[in-house]
């Protein structure tokens, strides 16, 4: 496997409640900011793809990724390579 870097993406992500609010307290509700370090996978123009690791597949016979971040290129702020 050829040297993938590692990054940190600070975006901002939709806000989200899952319980019932009044009308006053939903307009109350803002973006989250977020960061995130991982493996980079992906870098265009709609998107940032990392992973957290690797793992081997069940029948040990290639490498998958684990746990897959897609991120819209419109929500990131900044993208910081942390290792090359």
Same mark, same amino acid.
């Given at each position: 496997?050829?040297?993938?870097?590692?990054?940190?993406?600070?975006?901002?992500?939709?806000?989200?409640?899952?319980? !019932?609010?009044?009308?006053?307290?939903?307009?109350?509700?803002?973006?989250?900011?977020?960061?995130?370090?991982?493996?980079?996978?992906?870098?265009?123009?709609?998107?940032?793809?990392?992973?957290?690791?690797?793992?081997?597949?069940?029948? !040990?016979?290639?490498?998958?990724?684990? !746990?897959?971040?897609?991120?819209?290129?419109?929500?990131?702020?900044?993208?910081?390579?942390?290792?090359?």
């Amino acid at each position: 496997m050829d040297k993938i870097p590692i990054v940190e993406v600070v975006w901002v992500d939709a806000g989200l409640e899952g319980h !019932q609010l009044s009308i006053d307290d939903a307009r109350q509700i803002n973006p989250m900011p977020r960061k995130n370090v991982g493996y980079l996978l992906l870098k265009d123009k709609e998107r940032v793809v990392l992973c957290a690791g690797f793992i081997k597949d069940r029948e !040990q016979k290639m490498e998958v990724c684990d !746990q897959t971040l897609v991120i819209p290129r419109g929500c990131i702020q900044s993208i910081d390579i942390k290792e090359n």
